[in-house]
């Protein structure tokens, strides 16, 4: 099975490894195509030096040399992952990765969600009294956002269980929490838009399975949506990271193709 690795982050942002390295990386795993998608800049201060600058034209020197470098042997493709804080905008980049990661409290303070436990747990009883599915709904409330926004892709969707299987505050079966969740796939256009599966926190050890959940990948299967393997990597050795375990799942989720992202477009790869 052939396929891409274009969600990847570098030391532009908060990843371990260069562009270079990340794109080697990708190609010596075999990545038909490469893509860089570093963390767009916000306004808030604490995330200073972990994404890109305002002027991120240094940033896109850098991918548009390495696609002329790999020409002929692998595509490279120039991204951003846009967050729901973000100050900048997606335009004239190849892609975007549309993600929420912060949730903003009366008070102005923002909780990053996937950052620890710790973080998401001061969240939930700081802001909402300690009922997480009101936190859950907040969160999904900003994914419904992002989603109608029409990101080429639509990253990591259930990102506040991440650290559910270590430290569990939701319970993923119950109806309420389906709700809210189901309630933001369906703002997103299946024509326009990918869902990922993204194995990004099997690598960093928090989960032993790809987000999103399999009734959430079967909602959009029916919806008509088509979904893309990422990895979310934040270092070279995690650059097509438990693809097997992402492609099983989406075969269990009945899906016979994944699309790969290219030079040329979304090219569907059977599974």
Excluded at 140 to 167: Q, S
Aim: glycine share 8%; hydrophobic share 40%; with cysteine.
């Amino acid at each position: 099975m052939r396929f891409c690795s274009v969600h990847t982050h570098s030391i532009c942002c908060d990843g371990k490894n260069t562009l270079t390295e990340m794109a080697r990386a990708a190609y010596e795993a075999g990545a038909v195509s490469f893509g860089a998608s570093g963390h767009s800049h916000t306004p808030l201060p604490e995330d200073e030096g972990c994404v890109l600058p305002a002027d991120m034209s240094a940033y896109r020197a850098e991918v548009l040399r390495l696609r002329e470098a790999c020409a002929g042997q692998m595509d490279v493709l120039l991204g951003i992952e846009l967050d729901n804080c973000a100050d900048v905008s997606a335009e004239g980049f190849d892609y975007w990765i549309g993600s929420v990661h912060r949730l903003k409290a009366p008070d102005g303070q923002y909780y990053t969600v996937d950052w620890s436990p710790e973080i998401l747990s001061d969240c939930r009883w700081e802001v909402f009294g300690g009922d997480a599915y009101a936190m859950a709904e907040c969160y999904y409330t900003e994914v419904r956002k992002m989603a109608a926004m029409k990101p080429t892709i639509l990253g990591h969707l259930d990102l506040i269980t991440k650290f559910n299987e270590k430290a569990p505050c939701l319970d993923e079966e119950s109806s309420r929490y389906r709700a809210a969740a189901l309630d933001a796939l369906h703002a997103a256009d299946p024509d326009a838009t990918l869902l990922e599966i993204n194995t990004g926190a099997m690598s960093r050890g928090w989960r032993t399975s790809p987000y999103p959940a399999r009734f959430l990948l079967e909602e959009w299967r029916d919806m008509g949506g088509q979904v893309i393997l990422t990895a979310d990597a934040h270092s070279s050795d995690a650059i097509v990271y438990a693809y097997p375990e992402a492609a099983e799942l989406a075969r269990a989720a009945g899906y016979s193709h994944a699309i790969l992202l290219t030079a040329s477009g979304w090219v569907p790869e059977p599974l």
